[in-house]
Every structure is written in structure tokens, then in C-alpha cells.
């Protein structure tokens, strides 16, 4: 049976690699996009729809959760962004043919990327007991396999409700409430692989475990501290407010152990002066920090500010920290304590340019830092992101104009989904008004977070699993203790748009329920019906989507998840209680019901109206601080980072510029200067060398973690060495070919989210090794 990505079979001989550009985006982003657009789906629909994308009345861009600027260009538009939006209104489709033609062993065989190339699911399928083959099903007949299985389970808690940024609001609050009415808080979700982090460590710290700035705060910020996150590949829109922001005398440091494209220049495709003149620089200074050392960075520069402060002062916001604050002392003996030796070491940067550094930010006015992946998942990452807030309040650089925290969010409607009660663990009020609006009693034990659920199905405790989009087994950590834990399972149900790995490799028994995109038209009860999304920044807006679905009977989320609550509450007298087909013909009904539970959301309907859009409350916006004390909270945080053993490398798992998590578009990275293959590793000249290895070299990753009873090794098969500026010691593959490296146990403190940025391996030479020169001229 296979198991992780398959290597075998997996032809990359066409890979080379090439310099990588000095600039991102330009005219060719824009080339590259219309290609692959109309290559999926024609030239007038590509038109079409492109021009849809984020416009007011439009449809929700389903790429990254960067808000919209107030004035729109005509597209609102990026490469990467149509490209998510090419992969869903793709022209081609996988329906009961293509299952007839392709055996589940065969489709086991495929890579993740030759899944999501064969096009939209348009059918409802059912995977008997041994079958060897998925087969057609109407959808009354897979709506009762679901509810059934879930009917008999003896305890709630045997099923996990598993959800993806993408899906709506609508549809995120009916199915937590599905999975309450049932009886568990199973709901775990892709933030738990992703910025979980900052949720942890903004809600100790701030009161509220989300952004506290607005787009119009990125323009108006004079120092952009923009960490662990390559927004050239994974928000692009991003840098169009970066350069405006520079435009009004702004600087940006990049803080990356990687010197990415976008960071580097930019050209805006969408002004003249983009795409004529070289574009805008947009780092100003750019630090090559080691992975993993971005503590050490955020306590050095509180380190120094304070230095400074105790010699001079006036570096310290003074009001603010007596009037809005408390742990001062602690956090200020927390740096005190930590040696500028140890602080070198970390982040690989002499103390002078960390002092250089620190110098930057006593000079600013108004601060703000932006982050992403680098800075969440590592062992460390809410102590570290508790240091940048700690950095922050120093100056008092929240809640006002032009300052504050600004996690950068990844899939288009993640955060959203959280504010709608997608979590294991939603607090008391939230429970007891949904109890009260649905006339049940939601049940109060913790649920399982996505590792958790990924232990509970390997140790055989979970019966069902039920995806609400998203591909799980993929995302994961650890791909063959999460595809055998999978295997466990009595029931996998996956509601999805496309193929993928999480249909092939299920429980006992599996389901596919297709489902309608962002972007296609949903008619429900006679009607249009729209659907609500809350971006990065806490703003609220409607997506209604114009284009034809891919199949005339598919359901919404909605519809699916209403008629599966039907069938689950009809004759239960302690379910929730409510009118399922009535919310299915008029969503605007479920959203009154989150009017009445999900705090800020009042006149729901009418502040949508019309394209327009709403902030959720956001205390420490206002220095309102929702803590316990009232108060924004300093803490004194002892330094971390990952030592790496002799030998070895610290191996980060990242996006190319080619696919979206784990639906891959394409075999290229252009901006990192790779083409026609994935099974690449990103390593420093030195290392290289040292390692007695030489460029383009296959190699095996080896992750070696300590077990009960000895080192254990995990193992990713057939990479190609590549040099790459990247600082001694650290390298880079990307994700989710290496997932499999990633133990399941190895997590964040707090958060528990898997330690994809921060893996130790050894590279083993291949014997049978491939030798053709990958290096371009
Ligand atoms: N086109 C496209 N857009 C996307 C996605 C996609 O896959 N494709 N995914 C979406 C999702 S769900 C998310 S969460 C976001 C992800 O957006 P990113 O976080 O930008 O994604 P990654 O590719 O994981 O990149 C991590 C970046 O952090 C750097 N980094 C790694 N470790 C460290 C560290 O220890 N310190 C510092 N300072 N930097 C480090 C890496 O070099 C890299 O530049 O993008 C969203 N948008
Ligand atoms: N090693 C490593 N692992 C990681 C990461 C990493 O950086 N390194 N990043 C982590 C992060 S940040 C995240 S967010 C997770 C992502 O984890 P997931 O969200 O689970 O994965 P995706 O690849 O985004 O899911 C893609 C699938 O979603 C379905 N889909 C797309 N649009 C829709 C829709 O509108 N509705 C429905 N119902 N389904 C839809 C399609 O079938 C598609 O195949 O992965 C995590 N895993
Ligand atoms: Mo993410």
C-alpha cells in the first residue's frame, strides 16, 4: 500500500535551476497568471471572471486574507491570486467516468499535484468496504451513509469535524453548531497549523488573538518590520500597500533567512511606473536572520532600547506603559538576564547590526511588524511573538495610527471561521448563547486540536472524520502516522471542490460530497445567495459568486451542512433546534442567527449591503485591552532557539511560487530561480562542501527525533542538492513533499502546532544517485 508522497515514479528530469530574479511581479507575473488561466479555463471566461476578483459585488478573492484597498483597480489583482482562482474555475471535471477509469490503487499512486490538475468534482461518491473502486452516489444516499455513521457512533467524541480557511462564514457557523448539536468540540482547524501562534500569544498579551492594524495603518506606519513571511509568493496584494506605504517615506526590513523576490523589489503591474521604471525597492535593509532566531532579534532590540533608556531615557513610552500596561519589571529583567552573546549566536547577526537595528526602531514614530509562517511554527513561536509584543508596547505602539500587530493571515476566510466558533476550545459566553439561540446545551469539554485528533485516530479513538474542505492528510505533520491513523477510521468524509490526497487515502469507508466554489453562482431556494468572509484585518464583507457551477445539482457548504443536520436532529428532543431547510433557501437567515450569537456582528445584513463593509471590535485597537487586568500585558520570556548537532541541518518547509499549500500548480519556483521540479533542498555553499556533497547531488532527508527507545528517523526520498544563499546551518524543501519528515509530537509550546519551520535532518548521499547536471549556465 502506498504511503506518503510518491517518490517512485515521480520523473523530475527536467528540473534546473537557474539565478534567481532581483525583482517580483511585473509583467511577467501577469503573463504567467493569463496562461495558466487560460489554459484552465479559456480566454472569455478567464476575462470574466479576473475581473471579478475582490471588486465590490464580486467575489472574495480565495487566495490569501489580505484586505482590499478602498480604491480598487479595475482587477484587484495578482498572479498568484488568479491562479487560485483559475484552479477552481477550472473548465475541466473529475465525475463518475474518471472514478470508473481510476482505481483508488492507482490514484494512491499519483502525486498531489496530478490530483488537483484533473479538474472540479461534479458528484457525490461513495468508497465501499474493500471496494477498489469509488462509485457514484445520489445525494440522498451519501447525506444518509454520513448520518448514519455519525447516529451510531456511542460517543460524540468518536468524530472530528475538521475545517479549512476557505469555507464561509455561513457555512462555518452551521457546522460548529452540527458539531455541538452532536455533542463534541472536536473542531479542529488548518489555524492550528498555521497561526495558531499568534492567536496564543496576542490573546495572553493583548486580549484579542487577532491584528490590531487596518490598511490604512500600513500606509501610515514609518517602520514595517515585516518577519518570517514571503509576501511576493503568498500575498502579493501586500506589496502594493508596502510601496505605498514607502511612497510616504516608510521603511521596511525584511527579517528571513531567505532574501525573497518580493522583498527585494517589486513592480507593481498595476502603475505605469512598475512597470516601466525598475519598481520599488522594498526592503530597505534586509536581515539574514538564522531560522528560528527571530527571539533572540525581538529581545535584542528591547535589550538595547532599554540600555538606552536607563542612560538617557526618553525611549520609553512612559504613560503608556503606568496607564495600559502591567509586567514591566518582568519583562525588563527577562532582557536584562539575556547575554549578547547568546543573542549573536541566535540570530547569526554581530551585536553591532542588531544594536543597528534597534537603532531603527527608537528612531520610529509609529511601528508596526507583519508575520507569517516563520515566526509560528517553531517550538518557540508564542514566547517569540510575545517578545515582539513586548517590543511594541515599550513605545506604546498600539492602538494608535500606524502601529500595532499585524499577523498575516493565510487562507482567505481562516480567521473568519474562528470568529464563527471553529475552535476546540471556544470560551463559556460563545457556548452558552449558542445554547440559548438553539435551544440545546453545547457540551463544555475541550475538543481535539489537529494534532490531538491526529493521536486520537492513530490510537483508534475516532470513528468518523469529517473535512470540511482542505486536504488533511496532506496538510498534517508526520504523512505516515497521519495517513495510518486516517486508515483507522470507520468513515473519512471529505466536502471538497477538487481531488486530492485526503480522497485516496481514507477510513474503512469514504464519501465525497462536491462542493460549490467562492467563485461559482449558488442558487438556493429560488435565489441568489451571497456569503460573508472576514479578511486579515477584521473587516467583514459579502462574496457572491457569478460563474456557472461545474455541475447543475451541486450543493453549497451550507446546503450540505443543513441537510446533514436535518437528518442528524430530526427526532432528537435534545438537538439543536432550528428550521435546516429554511436557512438552506435564505442565508440570510443563518446570518441573523450569528447576529444574535457572535459578538460585533449586530445589523449583520444591513452592513453588507451594497458591497460594503464592517471592523469587528477589536479592543486593543482602542487600548481597551479585553484581559482579565484591562491592561496590555509586558512578559518576561526566557530566550530559545533550536541548536543544530554536528552534522546536521535545520530544515524549514515552505511554500514555492507555484502552488497554494497543497494544491500544486506547477513544478516551477521563479522567483527562487527553480524550474519542472519540487523534490529540490535549498542549502548554504559551505554546507554543501562540508557535508562532502556537491550541487545537484540526490540526497535522502533523514529527521532524526528522540523516541522512547531511541532516536527515531523519518525519511523523504530523492532531493536535489541546490545551493542557496541561506545562512550556514539552515536549509529549506518544500512542504508538503516533506511532511513527512515533521514528527507528530514535535509542536509549540501553547499552541501545538507542528514545528514545520524548524526540523533537524542529515542529508544521505543516494547510492543509485542521478547525476545529470541540474545547474543552468
Ligand atoms: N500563492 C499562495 N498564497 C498563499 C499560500 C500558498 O500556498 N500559495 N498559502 C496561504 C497560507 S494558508 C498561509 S499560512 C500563508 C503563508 O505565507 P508565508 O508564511 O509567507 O509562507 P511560507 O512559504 O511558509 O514562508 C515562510 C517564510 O518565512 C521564512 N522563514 C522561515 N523560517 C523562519 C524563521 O525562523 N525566521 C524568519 N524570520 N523567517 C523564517 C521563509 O524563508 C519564508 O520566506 O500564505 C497564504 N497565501
Ligand atoms: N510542512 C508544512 N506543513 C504545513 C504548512 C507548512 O508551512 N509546512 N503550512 C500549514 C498551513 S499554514 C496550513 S493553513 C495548512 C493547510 O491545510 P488545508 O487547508 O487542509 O490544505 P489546502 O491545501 O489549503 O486544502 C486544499 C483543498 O481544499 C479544497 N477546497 C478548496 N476550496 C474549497 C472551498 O471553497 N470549499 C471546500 N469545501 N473545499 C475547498 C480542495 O479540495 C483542495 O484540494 O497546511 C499546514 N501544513
Ligand atoms: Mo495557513
Known sequence: MATGAPADGIDESELRVGSAPSSA?????????????????GVLRSARTLLRVNQKDGFDCPGCAWPEEERRHIAEFCENGAKAVAEEATLRRVGPDFFAAHSLADLQGRDDYWLGQQGRLTDPMILDEDATHYRPASWDEALDVVADELRALEDPDEAVFYTSGRTSNEAAFLYQLMARGLGTNNLPDCSNMCHESSGSALTQTLGVGKGTVSIEDIHDADLLIIAGQNPGTNHPRMLSALEKAKRRGATVVAVNPLPEAGLKRFKNPQTAHGVIAGGTAIADEFVQIRLGGDQALFQAIGKHLLEIEAREGGVVDRAFVEAHTVGFDDYRAAVAAVAWDDLEEATGIPRDGLRMLGERVRAAERTIVCWAMGLTQHKHSVATLRDVVNMLLLQGNLGRPGAGVCPVRGHSNVQGDRTMGIYEK????????????????????????????????????????????????????????????????????????????????????????????RTDRDTRGGREQRVTVEDSMSSVHASRGRLRPPADDLLSEVAIV?????????????????????????????????????????????????GRSFRLPNGARDRAFTTPSGRAHFTGNALQYPRIPQGRLLLQTLRSHDQYNTTVY????????????????FVHPADIASLGLIEGDQVDLVSEWPGESGVVERRAEGFRVVAYDTPAGNAAAYYPETNVLVPLDSVADVSGTPTSKCVIVRLERRRSAVHAPIVEG
Open 25 to 41: 511581479v511585473g509583467v511577467p507575473a501577469v503573463r504567467h497568471a493569463m496562461q495558466m488561466s487560460v489554459a484552465q479555463m
Open 666 to 681: 506547477g513544478k516551477d519556483d521563479r522567483y527562487r530561480g527553480v524550474r519542472g521540479g519540487r523534490r529540490v533542498v
Open 426 to 517: 471556544m470560551p463559556e459566553a460563545f457556548l452558552a448563547t449558542l445554547g440559548a439561540e438553539f435551544g440545546f446545551d453545547p457540551p463544555r469539554a475541550h475538543g481535539f486540536d489537529t494534532v490531538a485528533a491526529i493521536r486520537a485516530m492513530r490510537d483508534g479513538a475516532v470513528r468518523v472524520f469529517m473535512g470540511m474542505g482542505g486536504n488533511f492528510v496532506s496538510a498534517a505533520p508526520d504523512t505516515r502516522v497521519t495517513e495510518a491513523a486516517m486508515r483507522r477510521t470507520r468513515l473519512s468524509v471529505q466536502v471538497s471542490t477538487k481531488l486530492n490526497r485526503s480522497h485516496v487515502v481514507t477510513g474503512r469507508r469514504a464519501v465525497i460530497l462536491p462542493v460549490l466554489g
Open 562 to 610: 443543513t441537510r446533514l443536520s436535518a437528518r442528524l436532529f430530526a427526532d432528537r428532543a435534545d438537538a439543536p433546534r432550528a428550521d435546516w431547510e429554511g436557512l438552506e433557501s435564505d442565508y440570510a437567515r443563518v446570518r441573523r442567527h450569528i447576529a444574535h450569537v457572535v459578538p460585533g456582528f449586530d445589523r449583520f445584513e444591513e452592513r453588507i449591503e451594497k
